[in-house]
């Protein structure tokens, strides 16, 4: 059964940092792509930062420079480090495995 613990999300304040985790169970973690999706209220999904099984990156463009995401396959987690925040930032965040699975969704905000 494939399972997914998301934690690290949380208040921050402009300018401030998170890190995302996404503990993952019931599949071959290291063999699949990861990303970070992310929901604003009343907007579509849209997708974060990718990671490939190889370990290449890369990330939509209102967060290079800010974010990073990496993988730790001995633990079978995804992280996405998130720096510079800022209030459009502000979104439930979806940790997803290959193409079907996903996370819960993790609820950060940034205000002041």
């Known amino acids: 059964q494939v399972q997914f613990v998301e934690s690290g999300g949380g208040l921050v304040q402009p300018g401030g940092s998170l890190r995302l985790s996404c503990a993952a169970s019931?599949?071959?973690?290291?063999?699949?792509?990861l990303a970070w999706y992310r929901q604003a209220p009343g907007k579509e999904r849209e997708l974060v930062a990718t990671?490939?099984?190889?370990?290449?990156?890369n990330y939509a463009d209102f967060v290079k420079g800010r974010f990073t995401i990496s993988r730790d396959n001995a633990k079978k987690t995804q992280y996405l480090q998130m720096n510079s925040l800022k209030p459009e930032d502000t979104a439930v965040y979806y940790c997803?495995?290959?193409?079907?699975?996903w996370g819960q969704g993790i609820q950060v905000t940034v205000s002041s």
């Open positions: 997803r495995a290959g193409l079907v699975y």
């Open positions: 990671i490939s099984s190889a370990g290449s990156t």
């Open positions: 019931g599949f071959t973690f290291a063999g699949y792509s």
